[in-house]
T-cell receptor
Framework: DTAVSQTPKYLVTQMGNDKSIKCEQN?????MYWYKQDSKKFLKIMFS???????INETVPNRFSPKSPDKAHLNLHINSLELGDSAVYFC?????????????FGPGTRLTVL | AQKVTQAQTEISVVEKEDVTLDCVYE???????LFWYKQPPSGELVFLIRRNSFDEQNEISGRYSWNFQKSTSSFNFTITASQVVDSAVYFC??????????????FGTGTQLKVEL
């Protein structure tokens, strides 16, 4: 039933570690996104993929590497985690289109870097 | 650059009061789309409404209504007869088309609504 799912829901790790967050959507959408929500609840886009191709990378450090094995999946790998990476990461998906289509969000992954 | 301003950081009301959440946006696009999302305490982001720049009709859905005014670049959200379950952070967002498909949402900073008994 779940439209956009993310795993894990919570991730606690030490500085310097590498971690991945997985995202899957069963809505048949072509476009997927990663957003970061900081401690003040500000939401900002990180990446967008359309049909497995990277469309946008919003000045995100190279330590963040998205990977889209197919249209239904967009995973986020983070190397050498830093304290400032602590946030909630949301995956979203939409149909392609010129700004018109609604983005549907996953439940979020709360990453805590100690 | 696109910008969304939600000047109200936090609003507290008593149940059954009406409340309006303000949203002001900036864009140079002639065609654009505006959205409202709700983030309850459980943390997920729930889509509420999408409005395109050509349609200035107000919209009502149950206790929710939206007032889109292009002349003032505002897209305000009113909850009538608020309930405790309406307590959440509400985000207004503006969509920008991306080359190659998809769209990029620029979010406002959110308004925390607290509805008390």
């Amino acid at each position: 039933d779940t439209a956009v799912s993310q795993t894990p829901k919570y991730l606690v790790t030490q500085m310097g570690n590498d971690k991945s967050i997985k995202c899957e959507q069963n809505l048949g959408h072509d476009t997927m996104y990663w957003y970061k929500q900081d401690s003040k609840k500000f939401l900002k886009i990180m990446f967008s993929y359309n049909n497995k191709e990277l469309i946008i990378n919003e000045t995100v450090p190279n330590r963040f590497s998205p990977k889209s094995p197919d249209k239904a999946h967009l995973n986020l790998h983070i190397n050498s985690l830093e304290l400032g990476d602590s946030a909630v990461y949301f995956c979203a998906s939409s149909l392609p289109g010129q700004g018109a289509n609604t983005q549907y969000f996953g439940p979020g992954t709360r990453l805590t870097v100690l | 650059a696109q910008k969304v301003t939600q000047a109200q950081t936090e609003i507290s009301v008593v149940e059954k009061e009406d409340v309006t959440l303000d949203c002001v946006y900036e864009t140079r696009d002639t065609t654009y789309y505006l959205f409202w999302y709700k983030q309850p305490p459980s943390g997920e982001l729930v889509f509420l409404i999408r409005r395109n720049s050509f349609d200035e009709q107000n919209e009502i859905s149950g206790r929710y209504s939206w007032n889109f005014q292009k002349s003032t670049s505002s897209f305000n959200f009113t909850i009538t007869a608020s309930q405790v379950v309406d307590s959440a952070v509400y985000f207004c967002a503006l969509s920008e088309a991306l080359g190659g498909g998809g769209n990029k949402l620029t979010f406002g900073t959110g308004t925390q609504l607290k509805v008390e008994l």
